[in-house]
């Protein structure tokens, strides 16, 4: 029996920052990503604080904060630290190595400082991966690669994806997993994380592309192993706790259930 909790993950994990987020998952018994799509800090912030306790990984798109400033960062840190979280950036890089080294380390938000998880577009080639690495490697930081988006329509099938897989095989010291509706490995000590958005318990769709299936069916179906959860939880603003607590059992829930099926 191949079968690894998250537990067993974290402990054999190659890639540091996958082992913290596998352990992070364990002890917080939490699979939940939340995607804070929200355009000002202090929405940021008290979203943020309201769902900490449910969640594993807080997603963030800092381009669409319109008063971004340095301590918006500061305070995501702190909330981080307090409520036990890690921060991916979902920059969605897709650019030759040489810009998106620069677009990673420099400008405006300086992603690579506080980002513990970004992710990219294999859409360049290997490049790009070399040229985030140069950057991020040296800081602790971990690279996932979208080899499957959520969206209808989406071109990330067939040997898109196969391809992808195999970029992310041979930069295994940076790159730990993919953006996927299903799960890649191939052989049964391969261990790629699968983040899957397009999770919500109470609609199919937003009008816009964007399919959604339920937790059970990303965790339990399709072998996936953090449910992002964007518009299901701050879509309600006035019930955050409630739906990040909904949604964190929904996807813990699954979780076990996968782990008594392969008992
Ligand atoms: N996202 C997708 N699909 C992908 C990749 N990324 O939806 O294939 C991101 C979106 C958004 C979140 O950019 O931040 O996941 C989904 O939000 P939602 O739950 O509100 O649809």
Request: hydrophobic fraction near 35%; proline fraction near 3%.
């Amino acid at each position: 029996n191949t079968f690894k909790t998250y537990a067993d993950r974290a402990q054999q994990h190659p890639n540091a920052c996958a082992r913290d987020l596998l352990m992070l998952m364990e002890r917080k018994k939490s699979n939940l990503s939340i995607a804070v799509d929200v355009t000002s800090k202090a929405e940021l912030l008290s979203i943020a604080n309201q769902a900490g306790p449910y969640i594993c990984l807080l997603k963030t798109h800092i381009d669409i904060v319109d008063d971004f400033d340095a301590d918006l960062v500061d305070q995501l840190e702190t909330l981080a630290k307090q409520h036990d979280f890690m921060i991916f950036e979902d920059r969605k890089f897709a650019d030759i190595g040489n810009t998106v080294k620069r677009q990673y380390g420099n400008g405006v938000y300086k992603i690579a400082s506080w980002a513990h998880i970004t992710n990219a577009h294999t859409v360049p080639g290997e490049g790009i991966i070399d040229g985030l690495k140069e950057v991020g490697l040296p800081l602790g930081r971990g690279l996932i690669l979208l080899s499957e988006m959520s969206t209808k329509g989406a071109l990330t099938k067939g040997d898109y994806t196969v391809e992808s897989v195999a970029m992310a095989r041979r930069h295994q010291d940076f790159v730990f997993g993919f953006i996927a509706q299903h799960q890649m490995n191939e052989t049964p000590d391969e261990d790629f994380l699968v983040l899957t958005p397009g999770v919500g318990l109470d609609v199919k769709g937003d009008g816009m592309g964007q399919q959604y299936h339920t937790p059970h069916d990303a965790i339990v179906s399709r072998g996936c192993d953090v449910i992002i959860v964007g518009r299901g939880i701050y879509g309600h603003p006035d019930q955050i706790q409630t739906q990040a607590q909904r949604y964190r059992d929904a996807g813990w829930d699954a979780y076990l259930e996968r782990c008594k099926l392969h008992q």
